[in-house]
């Protein structure tokens, strides 16, 4: 066998022909060079991009901002010319506040300043006592909260809960929605793996039923059928029914979400907990829990934001969440003709809380993606 | 013998008695009247083909599998259905597995700690030192803040050894451990089950070393479909089998 010479050999190949080496401008028109410019057609699609663009946004950047109306109290303040958010800002306060008193408005912003505190303490990252701090928002506030809001004790003077309304209802309906259908619903998970027949049966049957219904049909059985099946002694304060019922309802669908992550959980880690001596709680708080929860982040925090967006619901049995507050400004015969800028406020309203939810969640996944 | 106490009596009795043990999964009958003693200090391997029933049998010490038919006795504790004596017995017997189950979500530190802080209830800095002394003893000390899945098999399977012995178990379980390494970790594994042996620990072990069996086993088990074929001392198991079957499997193991 001969062995051929390097040189004759590289000389007989065809070599690949050279690519250019990479741009090597920076700054804003490197960039712009690179991405958006790097050849004819893409140059072209970009100046197509630009220019639809430029058709739709800047109309809308007119109408909603540049030609806007701001501040007023009345109609008149209205020019007409661009979005008239005199709308909003003159019933300002029963959106945010619904019914509530003038009076006891304080009570309602000690309320929103702590709970904004909690989150800020909660979600911030290097803040210390994350452990205390959650044990106090789980059981102190809500305390604390409920005696504000609802007055009656202390010298408050009572607010009955039918005055509650707009972003103060929408915000009580889901912060309860959303922190009591996550254990409710971690524990009907377990539930139906487990072995014992009546253990499994009863949470089969509950997260069936709950999932097989509206929660309209629930808000209105709640709300209307309830007191025909009570003695009318017995009177349960309205927004507790639709309390109540969301917190079930949504427990149900986070139930099956959290059931999709145990059931991806591998076997043997239950059986290395097992084989360890741990207790059954044990290894689902400890093991298995852990695991499965932060897999199924995606499922979960699309459940709470389904669930904060569905509280406009109870409009249906005579609760005034921040949709309906809005939406009955519109029957006003004085803000006719401004329904647009009060449905567009309130998506901007219900997408800031969804996608901060959103971005929280996705913040705690790359968190936790550390060491495994 | 009391019942109620956990014995932890002399060493005449023996660590683990079965007696007529009988398994069925469905219909397939799994474990056929296993009857095995395995006497504190002595070190048995369990090998055979696949689908004999050998992991079934381990599996059923600490209950991980049920058996139907057929008492078992561990260190003087009857197993029953009862879970308050299946978890003492899970207490004295540790277990590694052929595929590690180390808890990925906790570093190697945390998984040698958490047992000992959750079911032994000791503070924290005690189990972490004890932790590192059998972390050190299996060679991988600094690796105890480094996370599971950045570990190779060969430490990782080192690590479930080390946390199963942080319980302080009167035996030890192998379930095939090292048949899901490569074999260029498999040594580091087995010098480490050697030492064990070496130490007085009572071990059962299904393995296919019989590099290891031999070196280290007081008695080899042989089982073929649910049933144990032959025990014998490792001289006699492997010089002078006296079945056909294990013949055959020995021939067909000891071949390459």
């Known amino acids: 066998m001969t062995t051929s010479s390097p040189s004759s050999e590289t000389m007989s190949t065809p070599m690949i022909p050279q690519r250019e080496p990479p741009d090597p401008r920076r700054g804003v028109t490197g960039w712009l060079r690179k991405n958006l410019f790097s050849s004819p057609l893409n140059s072209i699609v970009s100046l197509i991009m630009l220019a639809f663009a430029v058709l739709i946004v800047w109309p809308l950047l007119q109408w909603a901002i540049i030609q806007a109306d701001w501040l007023g109290d009345t109609r008149q303040a209205c020019t007409g010319e661009g979005a008239c958010w005199v709308f909003i800002s003159a019933r300002l306060e029963s959106i945010v506040y619904g019914f509530y008193p003038e009076s006891e408005i304080w009570r309602v912003n000690i309320v929103f300043v702590m709970l904004a505190g909690l989150i800020a303490w909660l979600v911030l990252p290097r803040l210390p006592s994350k452990g205390w701090v959650a044990l106090f928002a789980l059981t102190g506030f809500p305390i604390i909260a409920f005696f504000l809001l609802a007055g009656g004790a202390f010298g408050l003077m009572p607010v009955s809960t039918r005055d509650w309304g707009g972003l103060m209802l929408t915000l009580t309906i889901a912060v309860v929605g959303i922190v009591g259908s996550l254990p409710i619903g971690i524990l009907l998970a377990l539930g139906r793996r487990s072995s014992m027949p009546l253990v499994r049966g009863v949470s089969v049957v509950f997260i069936e039923f709950w999932r097989g219904v509206p929660l309209i049909t629930v808000l209105f059985m709640a709300s209307v059928m309830l007191p025909l099946f009570v003695p009318s002694e017995i009177e349960f304060d309205k927004l507790l029914r639709a309390l109540v019922g969301i917190m079930l309802f949504w427990s149900a669908y986070m139930a099956e979400v959290v059931r999709g992550g145990l059931q991806s959980i591998d076997k043997g880690q239950d059986e290395a907990g097992m084989s360890l001596g741990l207790g059954y709680w044990q290894r689902m708080g400890l093991i298995v829990l852990p695991q499965a929860l932060k897999l199924v982040i995606p499922g979960i925090v699309n459940t709470f934001i389904a669930l904060f967006k569905d509280t406009s619901l109870v409009l249906v049995i005579g609760l005034l969440d921040l949709l309906s507050i809005i939406q009955s400004g519109l029957t006003d015969p004085e803000w006719l003709g401004y329904a647009m800028e009060g449905y567009v406020f309130a998506a901007l309203v219900y997408w800031v809380f969804c996608f901060s939810m959103s971005r929280y969640s996705q913040r705690v996944e790359r968190k936790l993606h550390t060491g495994h | ?256």
């Not at chain 2, 474990?31 to 395995?38: A, C, F, K, S, W």
């Not at chain 2, 595929?99 to 000791?122: A, D, G, R, T």
């Open chain 2, 1 to 256: 013998m009391s019942e109620a106490t956990a014995s932890r009596d002399n060493g005449t009795e023996p660590m683990i008695e079965m007696t007529g043990l009988n398994k069925w999964y469905g219909d397939f009958h799994v474990l056929r009247d296993i009857d095995l003693t395995v006497q504190r200090g002595e070190r048995i391997v369990v090998c055979g083909p696949s689908g004999s029933g050998k992991s079934t049998l381990i599996r059923c010490i600490n209950r991980l599998e049920a058996h139907q038919q057929g008492g078992i006795v561990v260190g003087g504790i009857t197993m029953t259905e009862d879970i308050k004596r299946i978890e003492q017995i899970r207490r004295q017997v540790g277990m590694v597995f052929q595929h590690f189950n180390l808890f990925p979500h906790l570093s190697v530190l945390e998984n040698c700690c958490l047992s000992q802080i959750w079911v032994q209830k000791k503070p924290r800095h005690e189990a972490e030192k004890l932790a590192m002394e059998y972390l050190e003893r299996v060679q991988i000390a600094e690796q105890a803040k480094k996370y599971p899945g950045q570990l190779s098999g060969g430490q990782q399977q080192r690590v479930a050894i080390a946390r199963a012995l942080c319980m302080r178990p009167e035996v030890m379980l192998f379930d095939e451990p090292t048949s899901a390494l490569d074999p260029e970790m498999i040594k580091e594994v087995l010098d480490v089950m050697v030492e064990l042996a070496r130490e007085g620990m009572t071990m059962l072990c299904v393995t296919h070393e019989m590099g290891f069996a031999k070196t280290v086993a007081d008695r080899v088990i042989f089982m073929d479909q649910g049933q144990i074929i032959e025990e014998a001392p490792p001289e006699t198991f492997f010089n002078n089998p006296r079945s056909e079957r294990t013949k055959l499997f020995l021939s067909q193991i000891l071949g390459h």
